[in-house]
Structure formats: structure tokens, C-alpha cells
């Protein structure tokens, strides 16, 4: 049967369409996620340097709290103004509990459940629970930023309740990697914990199965790990950045620069920011997600 110009145009239409759709499922959106799409960094990324060391690799950001907090805040500490956050995002985020090898796990989660591009989680510290990282208004807005940039871009954001920072904790954040990665396969986790949270960070780093499945790690105003040069997660080399207020009364930044120091002397992938005069809560309000979650995802 012959066919006419216009139905071989057709067809060859649909089958470039398939062969297309067939590179991309091959190649995966986590290319896409290499580099963040910008989300309103006129409002987040626009910080003054005040050094720099290390290559690069140390940088101190002027932080003022009545320009970072007042300035910002409609309700200082409670409310960030309208202009910071955008809540559209609410359409793909969800209230779950996870089984994770009879493990009860409540999260908050924010992107697709299947085939991310790749995976955030963060791990609040005491006091907390999993609607510390899933707050619009609270820190500035700097969660609603990392959650319109992880969701954005094709990943998805969990944010977690951690009811203890002891073993149990290990534990249970340990299965939700496993599963994120069980839902994502081959796809880059990127861990970060704040404050007492960093014990998790820590005791994941022990962790040889974890660590095979995750692509780097973010610290912000934790505890400072001696033995960490003993962990899988430094044999592996994966990126890790820390962030630290100066004036943090919990956990003095000088222990935590101390060790990125050593780790920078061993050409060790590691980054500091320490925010100038910033307190404990500091680095949560001004980190730069899409600054850190690009430089992991391309180490």
C-alpha cells in the first residue's frame, strides 16, 4: 500500500517523538538537577562576602539581624514577608508515615514519590519535628525557597521527624534513604542536619550502605564529629559543606572550622560558610540552597 508524503511525515514525526522519549528515560532527569533553576535569588543569594580562604573554600557572609531578620520578617522570627515564599508548592507536598523495615517514620514530603531527580532530606534538631522543615514562613522563608527548588527542578524534599538523635535515630533515617533510593534508583541523596541533628548526619556517615547511596552532606550549627576521618562517608570522598553562625552559643563554629580546616589540608571536598555575628539558628535562615545543593550535586 502506498502511502502519501503527508502520512510518511506523520510517521516520522512520532517515531523521532518515541526515540526522544526513549533518550530521555535513558539519560533520566538527573542531568536536569546539575544546576538548579533559579528560585527568587534576588531575595536569597545576594550576600556580601567579607572573606574568603582556603581557594574558596572558607567564606565569611555578613550577617546583620536587623536587616536578615527585622528587615525581613512581617512577624521577626514567626513570619517571613508575603514576597519571600510562594505557595503553590502545597500541590505536591504531603503528611506520610512511612514502614521502613518496621520502622514508623512520619514525614513531610514535597515532590513526586517515584523517580525524583534526585532527593533532600533534612533532619531538625531537638525540640523539632518534621513541620520545622516543611514551615513557609518560619526562617526567613528559606524552606519554602529549598522546597520550590528541589520540587522545581524534579526532586523531592523529605522533611522528617526524628524522635531521638541516639542509634534508634540513625536507624530509622537509614531506612528512609533506603527507600528514597528504592523509589528513585541511581538518583543522587543529598542529607543535611541542623543542630543536635547532626548526630544523625554523623551516624549515617558510619553507615557503608547509606553512604553508597547518598551524594553528599550539609551541616548547619552541628557538632563537630572527631573521628569522622574513620567513617565510610570520608573514605568515599563525597562533598561536605558546613555552616556556622559565629556567635553560636550551643556549638562553638571554632570546632566545627577546626575540623573543615583538616579536611581542607587533606584536599578533602569540604566548603564553610560562616555567617558574621550569626546565632544558632543563623545558617538555617541564610544558607543558600541552591549555592550548596548545586555544588554537591556536581561533585
Not at 3 to 10: E, F, K, Q, R, V
Not at 187 to 198: K, Q, T, V
Amino acid at each position: 500500500m502506498r502511502m502519501s508524503t503527508s502520512h510518511c511525515t506523520i510517521i516520522t514525526a512520532i517515531a523521532a517523538f518515541f526515540l526522544s522519549a526513549a533518550m530521555l528515560s535513558a539519560v533520566g532527569p538527573a542531568q536536569a538537577a546539575d544546576e538548579l533553576a533559579p528560585f527568587k535569588d534576588d531575595l536569597f543569594s545576594k550576600q556580601t562576602v567579607l572573606q574568603t580562604g582556603d581557594d574558596g573554600a572558607f567564606e565569611v557572609i555578613d550577617y546583620d539581624e536587623m536587616r536578615d531578620i527585622n528587615g525581613r520578617d512581617q512577624i521577626p522570627q514567626k513570619r517571613v514577608q508575603q514576597k519571600y515564599v510562594a505557595l503553590g508548592i502545597r500541590k505536591v507536598q504531603a503528611d506520610e508515615t512511612l514502614s521502613l523495615d518496621g520502622i514508623k517514620l512520619d514525614v513531610t514530603r514535597v515532590g513526586p514519590a517515584q523517580s525524583a531527580a534526585f532527593t533532600v532530606i533534612f533532619i531538625h534538631g531537638r525540640d523539632g519535628d518534621r513541620r520545622l522543615g516543611a514551615n513557609d514562613y518560619s526562617f526567613g522563608g528559606n524552606f519554602n525557597r529549598l522546597k520550590n527548588l528541589v520540587a522545581g527542578n524534579g526532586g523531592v524534599y523529605y522533611s522528617p521527624t526524628v524522635k531521638s538523635f541516639d542509634r534508634s535515630g540513625v536507624a530509622a533515617i537509614a531506612g528512609l534513604i533506603r527507600y528514597a533510593s528504592a523509589q528513585s534508583p541511581g538518583r543522587p541523596i543529598i542529607l543535611s542536619c541542623a543542630s543536635m541533628g547532626s548526630q544523625v548526619c554523623w551516624g549515617i556517615a558510619r553507615d557503608s550502605d547509606s553512604v553508597k547511596r547518598l551524594k553528599g552532606m550539609l551541616i548547619m550549627s552541628g557538632v563537630t564529629d572527631p573521628d569522622f576521618i574513620k567513617s565510610a562517608f570520608y573514605k568515599a570522598k563525597l562533598p561536605l559543606w558546613f555552616a556556622h553562625g559565629s556567635r553560636d552559643p550551643v556549638y562553638a563554629a571554632s570546632d566545627q572550622q577546626a575540623l573543615f580546616e583538616s579536611l581542607h589540608k587533606a584536599k578533602y571536598p569540604a566548603r564553610f560558610t560562616l555567617f558574621q555575628t550569626g546565632n544558632h539558628g543563623t545558617p538555617i535562615r541564610m544558607i543558600d540552597w541552591r549555592r550548596v545543593v548545586n555544588w554537591i550535586l556536581a561533585g
